[in-house]
C-alpha cells in the first residue's frame, strides 16, 4: 500500500449538480479525515470516522453535505445541489491510533471540485 | 475553538536559514505539527512536537513553547526544492482533528 489514495483527482461540474468522491485510506488505519482547502488557506476540518462511525461533523458542513465509510476502510463524501462557494480542493487524510503514527496523518493528493 | 497565526510570505537565499513562526490561542491542546505543502499536492508531514523544547529532524527543527503558545520550525541550508508553503496545525485535546493555519509560503531564491 502506498499511500492514501483519492478519486476522482479533478472534478468540473454545473452548479446544482451532486458530486461524490472517493477516499481509500492506508489499509490499517483506522481513522479517516476529510478537509477542504481553498487557495491560500490551511486545510479546514469537515468530518472524521473511526472505523464505520462517524466521530465529528463541523459546523462548516451543511446539510447538502454527507460522508460514509460503510465498512470501514474507504469513505465517500458527496456534495448535493452543488454552489460555487463549494469550489475547493477536498483533501482526505488517515492515521492509525495504534503505536508510533498516532499522531501523524497521511494525506491523499486531494479531488480539486470547480464548480461553474 | 483555535486561533492559530503565522506569517503569509517569506523569502531567503539558497543556503541560508529561515524560521516560520506559529503562535496558537487554543480551547485545548494535544500536539502541534509542522507540514510541508508544495503547490498542488498533498500536505506532507515534517514534525511534531507535544512537550516543550526542540525537536531536530535533519535540515528541519521545531521548537514548541506551550506556555507562550509558540512554535517556530527552523529551515536550515536552503535548497530551492524548499520553495513550499508550510501549515502549522494544532490537534485538538479531545480529539484528533487538527486546526491548520493559513499557512506560510516559502521561496528560495538562487
Known amino acids: 500500500d502506498t499511500g492514501v489514495s483519492q478519486d476522482p483527482r479533478h472534478k468540473i461540474t454545473k452548479r446544482g449538480q451532486n458530486v461524490t468522491f472517493r477516499c481509500d485510506p492506508i489499509s490499517e488505519h483506522n481513522r479517516l479525515y476529510w478537509y477542504r482547502q481553498t487557495l491560500g488557506q490551511g486545510p479546514e476540518f469537515l468530518t472524521y470516522f473511526q472505523n464505520e462511525a462517524q466521530l465529528e461533523k463541523s459546523r462548516l458542513l451543511s446539510d447538502r453535505f454527507s460522508a460514509e465509510r460503510p465498512k470501514g476502510s474507504f469513505s465517500t463524501l458527496e456534495i448535493q445541489r452543488t454552489e460555487q462557494g463549494d469550489s475547493a480542493m477536498y483533501l482526505c487524510a488517515s492515521s492509525d491510533d495504534q503505536g508510533k503514527s498516532s499522531y501523524e496523518q497521511y494525506f491523499g493528493p486531494g479531488t480539486r471540485l470547480t464548480v461553474t | ?110
Open chain 2, 1 to 110: 475553538g483555535q486561533n492559530i497565526d503565522q506569517p503569509t510570505e517569506m523569502t531567503a537565499t539558497e543556503g541560508a536559514i529561515v524560521q516560520i513562526n506559529c503562535t496558537y490561542q487554543t480551547s485545548g491542546f494535544n500536539g502541534l505539527f509542522w507540514y510541508q505543502q508544495h503547490a498542488g499536492e498533498a500536505p506532507t508531514f515534517l514534525s511534531y512536537n507535544v512537550l516543550d523544547g526542540l525537536e531536530e529532524k535533519g535540515r528541519f527543527s521545531s521548537f514548541l513553547s506551550r506556555s507562550k503558545g509558540y512554535s517556530y520550525l527552523l529551515l536550515k541550508e536552503l535548497q530551492m526544492k524548499d520553495s513550499a508553503s508550510y501549515l502549522c496545525a494544532v490537534r485538538d485535546l479531545d480529539d484528533y482533528k487538527l486546526s491548520f493555519g493559513a499557512g506560510t509560503t516559502v521561496t528560495v531564491r538562487a
